[in-house]
DNA sequence: ATCTTTGCAAACTTTTTGCACCAAT
DNA sequence: ATTGGTGCAAAAAGTTTGCAAAGAT
């Protein structure tokens, strides 16, 4: 409700309107909270409003991300995904079995200053995803299904 | 000459067969060295070979991704850059005016050993971009035009 | 001779766009 | 009333696939 509403005030402000789209797609995100795809919303905001448009997720998406609202990640192949910018974390991503995990954005504070000191590069956190592989399908390398892998 | 021997003789050891379109796809992934996208190298290797086709680059670049011997990137939206394995970098984009810049992976070992340590995590360098600002549109920030942003 | 790779066209997947209508302010 | 948002259908953009013919070993 509170990051709802600051979102919709942000909206607003810019000369936004708030429809029941919007809405959905934010309350979808709020309760989400991480990594769905515009799908993966369409999904859920059609459960209240079933003619909701995949189009109309991503304009939404589209203006929200203008806001600095929410950000999206392509995690690899495929789908990007999208999450409200706050949440501070960054992905990992297996490239074996494609799970993804999340590891406090802690870990890369340092990377962080190093970009900054050495390039100028002010890296943004949460915008990308490491690719590698994960515990599990290390320990059963071999013999598992490289299957769907994310890069 | 050098690595695209390493890659022929690895092709070959793996049952495939060595055909000209595969010779000028590796030839043109040692030449241009870093992030160049399917169609670069389709358009390098036409000037030779106009007939080759943009999927038998792709599958090209399958075969010789599943011998470790190229990787690829997903800097953002659109098309996937490509590169041999190993160049042994990282990339950091800029979400203003999407500028490419390599950085040695050495910036990055601290952050993959605690990936192993703390998540039994096994990052793979090379496969993913940090995504953030560069110092020149920092510099000018606000001045320029967000342009094609890579996200 | 065998089995892989190729070119082509067509499918596929994800995202974007044009347009006429609808709705929020 | 005005302007921005929506649904739809169709296009784009990037990549993958089925198939018959060509090519490498």
New binding site residues.
Partial sequence: MERMQIAIEN??A?????????KA?LQALVTAKTHV???DLLNIVQKQ?P?????????????LEKLGVVD?V?LG?????YHLTDNSHQHIVCEMCSSVEEVPYQLFTELQSNLKEKYGFQMRMNHFAVIGKCRRCLKESGSTRPSSSTH
Avoid: M, P, W
């Fill in positions: 909206l607003k810019h000369g936004g309107r708030i429809t029941h789209a919007r797609v795809t515009a799908e409003f003619e909701v448009h995949i189009s109309t997720v991503y304009r939404t998406l589209d203006a999206h392509h192949h495929g789908k990007a995904v």
